[in-house]
């Protein structure tokens, strides 16, 4: 191969990786979800340089928390994750929570999700259960006794790894999901959270995108 060929192939290689896309799975570059009528497009951003968002730059992070919740609780990674978020679009057995505090999700969240801030687990069981039976497909019998039949898959996130508030609204919290009698086996803990999704790159939206 002579010298100007082989810089013509390098050249063209070079061209080729500089227009690569940034890739969610294979073949897929970006993907819809629909949530009360309205449609998220999920993607990466494909600008070179881009950064982790300002929100988790630093590393002055909260102790990191344990892989798994319990043993019936599954954790999630992203391409998980975002099976769920799939699935939620047709399949309303299916909840994606933002388990953060609203001024979390106000300023920046994963698109499509809805919010049901942990704190509402945490010192009112009269508070939690109207939760359960507002979000979560959980009905109560007249005698107080709740009906988990037709509880809903919980797919739930926070900042990431170094973040209690879905450990928290899982099973740390004093009326907890998993206190209160919730099906472990439903629960699903994304733990990479906003800090991951934001390292990837992926789709966010709220007041400080």
Not at 7 to 36: H, P, R, V, W, Y
Request: net charge neutral; aromatic share 12%.
């Amino acid at each position: 191969m002579s010298k100007y060929v082989f810089l013509a192939a390098m050249i063209l290689i070079g061209g080729t990786q500089a227009q690569a896309a940034s890739f969610i799975a294979k073949g897929e570059t970006s993907f819809n979800i629909e949530k009360d009528g309205a449609t998220c497009t999920i993607e990466r951003n494909q600008t070179k340089g881009n950064k982790v968002h300002v929100l988790y730059e630093t590393t002055t992070r909260g102790r990191p928390m344990p892989m798994s919740l319990s043993a019936k609780i599954e954790t999630l990674g992203e391409l998980e994750f975002i099976a769920y978020m799939k699935k939620a679009s047709t399949d309303e057995s299916i909840f994606v929570v933002d388990t953060r505090t609203p001024g979390w999700h106000r300023d920046l969240r994963i698109p499509c999700t809805t919010n049901v801030a942990f704190t509402e687990f945490a010192d009112d069981k009269e508070i939690a259960i109207f939760a359960l039976l507002d979000h979560f497909g959980v009905t109560e019998a007249d005698d107080g006794t709740l009906d988990f039949s037709k509880a809903k898959t919980v797919v739930g996130y926070c900042n990431g790894f170094w973040c209690g508030q879905t450990p928290g609204m899982f099973v740390n919290a004093k009326f907890s999901l998993k206190n209160l009698g919730y099906p472990e086996e439903k629960l699903k803990y994304y733990r990479g959270g906003m800090q991951a999704w934001t390292a990837l790159g992926l789709s966010v939206e709220g007041s400080k995108k």
